[in-house]
């Protein structure tokens, strides 16, 4: 079992950058997979990102390719994302997940953090 916790959320101006992290308990971090999720009110949970085991492999959302950067460092337990370009369609509760694969499906996660508010101003 792993706890995660998010951070780093808040309120920025559309262009401009913040960098999540979600800490994670429990002493098989590098035995999973990571990804990121947004969900906006009415909305349904949204693939954002996600990194493999290793992090050699990343995967992203036409939505936010070459805008926003997933990266794990294992020996910290801790998984980030990098998000650059702001736009005002970005607002969500953007959660981070584990999953034992590789996957983009949020019935895939096995473990959720709470959540914490990003929101893009115009």
């Known amino acids: 079992q792993v706890q995660l916790v998010e951070s780093g959320g808040g309120l920025v101006q559309a262009g401009g950058s913040l960098r999540l992290s979600c800490a994670a308990s429990?002493?098989?971090?590098?035995?999973?997979?990571m990804g990121w999720f947004r969900q906006a009110p009415g909305e349904e949970r949204e693939f954002v990102a996600a990194?493999?085991?290793?992090?050699?492999?990343?995967y992203y959302a036409d939505s936010v390719k070459g805008r926003f950067t997933i990266s794990r460092d294992n020996a910290k337990n801790t998984v980030y994302l990098q998000m650059n370009s702001l736009k005002p369609e970005d607002t969500a509760v953007y959660y981070c997940?584990?999953?034992?694969?590789?996957?983009?499906?949020?019935?895939?996660?096995?473990?959720w953090g709470q959540g914490t508010q990003v929101t893009v101003s115009s």
């Open positions: 990194i493999s085991r290793s992090g050699g492999r990343t």
């Open positions: 429990g002493r098989t971090f590098s035995s999973y997979a």
């Open positions: 997940a584990a999953s034992r694969n590789y996957a983009f499906r949020p019935a895939a996660y096995e473990y």
